[in-house]
């Protein structure tokens, strides 16, 4: 989690969108995505927010998005016919594009 996140976030500062705070709660994972930030190689002078642990109230936002993602993906391929096997074959570019249509996505 850590190289992918880190990589992400290097390319947003390239691209001229600069992440500042980095909220997150305080799970095991994250803390592990804290110190590889901090690593010299990186440098990408991130501020750490920490939210409650296991607290819905905290994170429902990023949930709903999701959950209308995975509807949205879910709609595309029903409404294209699409049999069974080929569902599997074109999931992740269907969920991509329901990712990028997305109203809210960040």
């Known amino acids: 989690m ?4 880190c990589k992400k ?3 947003w500062k390239q ?3 600069t992440v500042k705070y980095f ?3 305080t799970a095991g994972e994250k803390k592990v995505l804290e110190q590889g930030a901090n690593l010299a190689n ?5 501020k750490y927010k920490y939210t ?5 109230q905290h994170i429902h936002l ?10 949205k993906g879910r709609a595309c391929m029903a409404a294209a016919n699409l049999p ?8 992740p570019k269907v969920f991509q594009y329901a990712t990028k249509t997305d109203a809210y996505a960040w």
Do not use: K
């Open 42 to 46: 990186w440098e990408l002078g991130l």
């Open 84 to 91: 069974p096997a080929m569902r599997y074959a074109l999931r």
């Open 2 to 5: 850590v190289e992918p996140t």
């Open 23 to 25: 909220r997150m709660n």
């Open 52 to 56: 409650a642990r296991e607290t819905p």
């Open 62 to 71: 990023a949930e709903l998005a999701i959950m209308s993602i995975t509807n």
């Open 15 to 17: 691209a001229g969108q």
């Open 9 to 11: 976030i290097n390319w």
